[in-house]
């Protein structure tokens, strides 16, 4: 009975003892990485990113003036479906305008809604999609400052097809 006890004890030590050499640096420590030089930022003025505002710059394409869905909603579809909050969360594949990439939505409460991101997205407008909401039986995706990116209803297929603020059709499906 007492072999065992100072068994284990030595055991013990032995382990404590390599993890003090480890931890003080000994010859298996890695040496730091030195710094890496950046590159200065450039200053100059920046173009409007609206393509609507006077000197603006088209960066989903060609220049039109955006949507108001805030006050202008896109009419319900007759085959519109009522929606719950939970039909909506997980991953999304987007089509829209040429572009297809994926959207997760979930139920981490945001400004405007709940929480939504997008990965792969080229279109500027769809790669900022930050929340999502309903209003009613519509699905409403919004960007970070809150502002419409797309409306969008269920139909019988279980896909959600819509209007995005730039006047594309837009569709979320599984």
């Known amino acids: 009975m007492m072999r065992a006890g100072k068994f284990i004890l030595v055991v013990g030590l032995v382990v404590l003892a390599a993890g003090c050499q480890r931890l003080s640096g000994g010859r298996n420590y890695a ?13 100059g003025t920046l173009a409007p990113l609206d393509p609507g505002a006077p000197g603006g710059t088209a960066l989903d394409g060609p220049a039109a003036q955006p949507a108001d869905l805030a006050n202008n909603p896109v009419t319900a579809p007759t085959d519109a479906k ?26 981490t409460t945001w400004s405007g809604g709940y929480r939504a991101n997008t990965r792969g997205c080229a279109s500027q407008a769809l ?9 009613g039986n519509q699905v409403v995706l919004k960007d970070g400052s809150g502002l419409i990116v797309a409306q969008l209803y269920s139909s019988a297929s279980g896909q959600f097809n819509g ?7 837009i569709s979320l499906y599984r």
């Open 82 to 107: 009522e929606v719950g909050r939970t039909d909506l969360l997980g991953g999304w594949k987007v089509s829209s305008g040429g572009d297809n990439c994926m959207a997760f939505m979930t139920l």
């Open 127 to 135: 790669s900022g999609i930050a929340a999502w909401d309903l209003n």
């Open 31 to 43: 040496a730091p990485l030195p710094a890496t030089p950046t590159t200065p930022v450039g200053s």
């Open 163 to 169: 209007q995005t603020s730039a006047g594309a059709p």
